[in-house]
């Protein structure tokens, strides 16, 4: 496979952007392609290589690249105007859809991005209750600011401290491992006094994709109850991607407060936070709690979202579930018979193959996968022309675009990749 071109882009990247790239995880040796364009499951590099995608910018395009309806709906926003500064009609009517869909919501805050959304949630959450130590589980990633920049999977999984973040801005940040009830209620017991709120992903999707454990989320959401704590769950990558109403409708819990992005805005740039009018209120100008952003409520992002909250029904969902269950099934069938230890963790349209022969369920035996087997992995399906996140801690998904066809070829090239490792 040609790379020359991307090869000498990266060469002049370097010298522009810390590393080539504008994010970390995008970076891989000996250089990442750069992409000319995309469509449907397809992304194409400037050498005019093709690639079924299962990275899909990181989540968001549920529905593949550059949806038809959703480029359309966007030209005729642009000529209206990208940007305000004022509130649209349409900032109204997102948040009406997020609100029906989603069980927590009876009011919605829009952001910039998820980063965002749970910065500004547990914010709200710590003026709320006039606590200032919060819980977060090793390996969840948050966003990239000051306080839960630890153990945060992903970019920064081997290196969770990252230099510039104060010892201060951490020291209320209590780590504690995914699916543990008894560490849960320890800790809880010892600080309960002192924790303003506990934020989860539902699905850990920063250290590949760890669901939770029978009953887990039920415990949790019982014992932040009991204990006066809010309860944020972190729906940036879940929310509008496994179910209609994300994982709040998928696992049956309801949260104080749940931030989004991603999804939300139709593949354009977005974060939200929403929850109980009661917390949502003490947000300024109605309430005390500082929060703002320039381009919150951005109307090609808002725009954006209204068009892919159309096509988000139950249909929809029911196709990606197939499309998910065949990929992972078909996958666990090909490791069984080269007879290599392995993990396809999974739920709905995300997945994830870690090489281990030991079960991953939280941040510590994630730890243990051979990642540089996941590495040569990565590298092999490219050479095929499939592209994944290359990193073991990311996630896999899969879109409405992606055809069986698609899945098909993506097993073939498994195969041939694996077999070729042994």
Do not use: W
Request: aromatic share 10%; charged share 25%.
């Amino acid at each position: 496979m040609n790379q020359d071109k991307s090869e000498e882009l990266y060469r002049q990247a370097v010298e522009v952007l810390p590393g080539g790239v504008n994010s970390p995880v995008r970076a891989y040796k000996p250089y990442p392609f750069f992409v000319s364009k995309a469509k449907g499951s397809k992304i194409y590099d400037v050498d005019g290589n093709e690639y079924i995608d299962y990275c899909l910018g990181y989540g968001p395009l549920v529905f593949g690249h550059a949806n038809d309806t959703i480029i359309e709906s966007s030209i005729e926003q642009l000529k209206l105007g990208t940007d305000y500064g004022v509130p649209s009609q349409k900032e109204i009517e997102l948040a009406r859809e997020v609100i029906d869909r989603c069980p927590c919501a009876q009011m919605v805050r829009f952001t910039n991005s998820g980063t965002e959304a749970t910065m500004s949630a547990i914010r709200l959450a710590r003026g709320i209750t006039g606590r200032d130590k919060i819980i977060k589980f090793e390996g969840t990633y948050h966003g990239a600011h000051d306080a839960v920049l630890v153990k945060s999977g992903s970019g920064a999984a081997g290196k969770p401290d990252s230099p510039g973040v104060p010892n201060d801005a951490t020291k209320n940040t209590i780590l504690i491992p995914y699916n543990d009830e008894d560490v849960l209620k320890d800790t809880i017991d010892e600080y309960k006094d002192e924790i303003a709120c506990v934020i989860f992903e539902p699905i850990m999707g920063n250290i590949g994709c760890v669901p939770p454990k029978e009953g887990y989320l039920e415990y949790l959401r019982e014992i932040t109850q009991e204990n006066n704590i809010i309860l944020i769950m972190d729906e940036v990558i879940t929310g509008f991607r496994i179910a209609r109403g994300g994982a709040q409708e998928y696992y049956g819990i309801t949260p104080d407060l749940v931030t989004f992005g991603k999804i939300v805005g139709g593949g354009f740039p977005i974060g939200a936070i929403a929850g109980k009018k009661e917390l949502m209120e003490q947000f300024t100008p109605s309430g005390d709690i500082y929060q703002a952003g320039t381009f919150s409520g951005n109307p090609m992002s808002i725009n954006g979202g209204l068009v892919a909250f159309k096509v988000l029904d139950d249909k929809f969902y029911k196709d990606l579930h197939s499309k998910g269950e065949y990929l992972r099934s078909n996958i666990r069938d090909i490791l069984g018979k080269l007879d290599i230890p392995y993990q396809v963790n999974g739920v709905e349209s995300m997945t994830q193959v870690y090489f281990s022969d030991k079960p991953v369920y939280d941040y510590a035996s994630a730890q243990l996968s051979d990642t540089k087997g996941f590495l040569d992995y990565f590298h092999g399906l490219l050479k095929e022309g499939v592209f994944i996140a290359p990193s073991q801690y990311e996630c896999c998904f899969i879109s409405g675009a992606h055809t069986t066809e698609d899945l098909d070829k993506t097993l073939n090239a498994i195969e041939v990749v694996l077999k070729s490792l042994q």
